[in-house]
């Protein structure tokens, strides 16, 4: 059974830093490219960040440069460090693979505000 447990998010001021952190299971991780995607209220999900298998990163044009994904293929754990966050990147923020299954877990809540 597919299974993405995020957790990490939080209220934060602009300028601030969170990680994020995400636990897979029942997919074989480290065979799979995986990403970050969050949903803003009233919008549409949206992709944010990708690592492939070898490492490799790309990222949405909107955190590139403030945004670190990685990954531990030993514990199935995939992690967003996010710094100078601003108002814009308050979400929900979910992992699944990339392009992404059907299945998505709860998602943890990033609130930016002052």
């Known amino acids: 059974q597919v299974q993405f447990v995020e957790s990490g998010g939080d209220l934060v001021q602009p300028g601030g830093s969170l990680r994020l952190s995400c636990a897979a299971s029942?997919?074989?991780?480290?065979?799979?490219?995986m990403a970050w995607y969050r949903q803003a209220p009233g919008k549409q999900r949206e992709w944010v960040a990708f690592?492939?298998?070898?490492?490799?990163?790309t990222y949405a044009d909107s955190v590139k440069g403030r945004f670190t994904i990685s990954r531990d293929n030993a514990k199935n754990t995939l992690a967003l460090q996010m710094n100078s966050l601003q108002f814009e990147d308050t979400a929900v923020y979910y992992c699944?693979?990339?392009?992404?299954?059907?299945?998505w877990g709860q998602g943890t809540q990033v609130t930016v505000s002052s």
């Open positions: 699944n693979t990339r392009p992404a299954i059907s299945y």
């Open positions: 029942g997919i074989g991780f480290r065979l799979l490219g």
């Open positions: 690592i492939s298998t070898s490492g490799t990163t």
